[in-house]
């Protein structure tokens, strides 16, 4: 497995010729260190503990010996008819036997057997398929330096731009990437699937979900002379998620001026049928933003940040008034609110000698039940893993369960948001403090938890308000569309979509956004824009994954609704 070390190695030596390749591109040396490693990382990070020359280590970039192949040469006697076919075999049989030398393994084995010789050649990998169209490169061993494979690979990856429509953009996310990356791999990119496409070996991941997570893993090592990495190693137990994006584009200072619930954001000049069909955000009265185009229609085109979230759209023009011309729009981050804070989080405190089992109706108290499962990994693997034990241990859609199971008058979406946060280590709370215990603790005055009178139970309502006003401080930040919120999901993160209820009296609602697997995935559209994340919810109907209903959180039932997440 790659290491950390391995990354730094490979940036050490290689890191000007990369950003030299990828000038004027939306490609980053991040990108090609990740690709080098999904693609030949099983060679070089062993080669280069063993050989002290960067160029023998290169040259040793070998690899795929299977057969069985659909492709040319088929077999080697297909091989071996063509033109210094006799010279490819040699050549692939003498850097398998090189390879085998210093790496060992499986490998050592294979290199017994005098009629096998490798498939693809270089750190970023070409395979023999391209021999008749591209001799010059495998035998005058241009694959064997790092400059020769890099220079193929440029023109390779070109093309994936091309191909994805992505030629002309300055920068690319790192999903962006990794779909650029699995058309270098398998030549096209199926917008439906997401990262779950490409080269998948027998029980690993598929090539875009593995090149992903590499990609994650180079931005937590420095470039050469840089001060820190683009993204910290979080703690055990906590996923690598991407920083929130900021607002860069230029536009006319201005700020919300509503006396009336929350502005709008649009995503077209438009108002829809229902109204809050087209809704991406609420923005509340006093909110900067900036005006990139318009008015058009009674429309402003506009950007801003919100609790995290990047917003674009489209809002009323009628609701915007002109902002101050130095007005700065700040990207809040998690644990923002938390240097100066006495507002501590806050359980129900547990009954000697009772336990709260899953089996029992919902009570104020959160689950102590032995054996539980949690969040503690330090790869995606892991927390997905992870993840994917405490939907199961929670299994809401188990009748026996009781917890979870919804009655006539009453249904326990709160309650199951809060037993899965707590499991994987992110707080939601069951109860909260009151107004009169917050001012308390606001002075450091000691405050006694009693149900009723310091505390209160939450219910889907409140936790929206919760996570506007004191998510920062205990982990969370908003995310702008379904995409990031999936896309963080999968890398082992907390996702959540919150809904308020018009009428106060009235349940609002709330789920888990987890991580697809190979039976449950999330909907995407033509673009590859994530429509339908995969949900996990007790409500009037219980599922521990699903697509769930279309937009429900954009009913006109709902005031407002946001995606949250937590790392």
């Known amino acids: 497995m790659v290491t950390k070390d391995d990354i730094a190695w490979f940036k050490s030596n290689f890191f000007s010729k990369m950003t030299a390749a990828t000038k004027g591109t939306p490609l980053t040396v991040d990108f090609l260190t990740a690709l080098a490693c999904q693609e030949s990382g099983e060679?070089?990070?062993?080669?280069?503990?063993?050989?002290?020359?960067?160029?023998?280590?290169?040259?040793?970039?070998?690899?795929?010996?299977?057969?069985?192949?659909?492709?040319?040469?088929?077999?080697?006697?297909?091989?071996?008819?063509?033109?210094?076919?006799?010279?490819?075999?040699?050549?692939?049989?003498?850097?398998?036997?090189?390879?085998?030398?210093?790496?060992?393994?499986?490998?050592?084995?294979?290199?017994?057997?005098?009629?096998?010789?490798?498939?693809?050649?270089?750190?970023?990998?070409?395979?023999?398929?391209?021999?008749?169209?591209?001799?010059?490169?495998?035998?005058?061993?241009?694959?064997?330096?790092?400059?020769?494979?890099?220079?193929?690979?440029?023109?390779?990856?070109?093309?994936?731009?091309?191909?994805?429509?992505?030629?002309?953009?300055?920068?690319?996310?790192?999903?962006?990437?990794?779909?650029?990356?699995?058309?270098?791999?398998?030549?096209?990119?199926?917008?439906?699937?997401?990262?779950?496409?490409?080269?998948?070996?027998?029980?690993?991941?598929?090539?875009?979900?593995?090149?992903?997570?590499?990609?994650?893993?180079?931005?937590?090592?420095?470039?050469?002379?840089?001060?820190?990495?683009?993204?910290?190693?979080?703690?055990?137990?906590?996923?690598?998620?991407?920083?929130?994006?900021?607002?860069?584009?230029?536009?006319?200072?201005?700020?919300?001026?509503?006396?009336?619930?929350?502005?709008?954001?649009?995503?077209?000049?438009?108002?829809?049928?229902?109204?809050?069909?087209?809704?991406?955000?609420?923005?509340?009265?006093?909110?900067?933003?900036?005006?990139?185009?318009?008015?058009?229609?009674?429309?402003?085109?506009?950007?801003?940040?919100?609790?995290?979230?990047?917003?674009?759209?489209?809002?009323?023009?009628?609701?915007?008034?002109?902002?101050?011309?130095?007005?700065?729009?700040?990207?809040?981050?998690?644990?923002?609110?938390?240097?100066?804070?006495?507002?501590?989080?806050?359980?129900?405190?547990?009954?000697?000698?009772?336990?709260?089992?899953?089996?029992?109706?919902?009570?104020?108290?959160?689950?102590?039940?032995?054996?539980?499962?949690?969040r503690s990994g330090t790869t995606p693997d892991e927390l997905r893993a992870e993840l994917g034990a405490i939907v199961d241990y929670l299994d809401v859609e188990n009748p026996d369960f009781l917890r979870y199971q919804p009655t006539r008058t009453a249904t326990f979406c709160n309650i199951y948001a809060h037993d899965f946060c707590r499991l994987a280590g992110a707080y939601i709370p069951r109860v909260w403090w009151s107004g009169q215990a917050l001012m308390q603790l606001a002075q450091g005055k000691p405050v006694q938890p009693l149900l009723g009178n310091t505390l209160f139970e939450m219910r889907a309502n409140d936790l929206f308000r919760w996570l506007r006003d004191f998510g920062a401080g205990f982990g969370w930040r908003q995310t702008g569309t379904l995409t990031k919120l999936q896309t963080e999901a999968n890398q082992g993160a907390i996702g959540v979509i919150v809904a308020r209820r018009r009428e106060d009296g009235k349940s609002g609602h709330i789920v888990i956004v987890v991580p697809e697997t190979a039976d449950v995935t999330a909907k995407r559209d033509a673009t590859g824009e994530v429509v339908a994340p995969v949900q996990s919810q007790a409500g009037a109907t219980n599922f521990k994954r699903g697509r769930g209903r279309a937009n429900w959180w954009k009913g006109e039932e709902f005031a407002e609704s946001a995606f949250w997440l937590h790392a």
Not at 175 to 202: C, D, H, M, R, W
Not at 224 to 236: I, S
Not at 275 to 303: C, M, S
Not at 328 to 355: F, H, L
């Open 43 to 374: 060679i070089w990070p062993i080669a280069r503990k063993k050989l002290a020359s960067v160029d023998e280590v290169m040259a040793l970039c070998v690899g795929d010996t299977l057969d069985g192949r659909g492709a040319f040469p088929k077999t080697l006697g297909e091989l071996l008819s063509k033109p210094d076919g006799q010279r490819m075999f040699e050549m692939g049989r003498e850097a398998l036997v090189n390879m085998a030398n210093v790496v060992g393994g499986t490998y050592k084995k294979v290199a017994g057997n005098p009629k096998k010789y490798c498939h693809a050649f270089g750190v970023y990998q070409v395979d023999i398929q391209h021999f008749l169209k591209e001799p010059d490169y495998f035998l005058q061993r241009q694959w064997a330096t790092f400059d020769g494979s890099l220079r193929r690979a440029m023109g390779v990856l070109q093309f994936a731009l091309k191909k994805r429509g992505f030629e002309g953009r300055s920068s690319l996310s790192d999903f962006e990437l990794a779909t650029v990356g699995i058309v270098y791999n398998t030549g096209g990119y199926k917008e439906s699937k997401g990262l779950e496409q490409g080269f998948q070996p027998e029980g690993g991941k598929h090539y875009g979900q593995a090149l992903f997570d590499l990609i994650r893993l180079a931005h937590t090592v420095p470039d050469p002379g840089a001060d820190a990495p683009l993204l910290e190693t979080p703690a055990a137990g906590q996923a690598l998620i991407a920083a929130p994006s900021p607002v860069t584009r230029d536009g006319t200072p201005m700020k919300v001026a509503i006396t009336d619930g929350m502005l709008r954001v649009r995503s077209e000049p438009r108002i829809s049928d229902p109204p809050q069909a087209n809704v991406v955000a609420h923005l509340p009265d006093g909110h900067p933003v900036r005006a990139l185009a318009g008015p058009t229609r009674g429309f402003f085109q506009i950007e801003t940040s919100l609790n995290g979230a990047l917003v674009q759209g489209f809002s009323s023009a009628k609701f915007l008034v002109a902002g101050p011309s130095n007005q700065k729009i700040d990207v809040s981050r998690p644990a923002d609110a938390t240097a100066a804070s006495r507002v501590v989080e806050v359980n129900m405190p547990e009954k000697a000698g009772v336990v709260t089992r899953r089996k029992d109706r919902a009570t104020a108290r959160s689950l102590n039940e032995k054996g539980a499962p949690g």
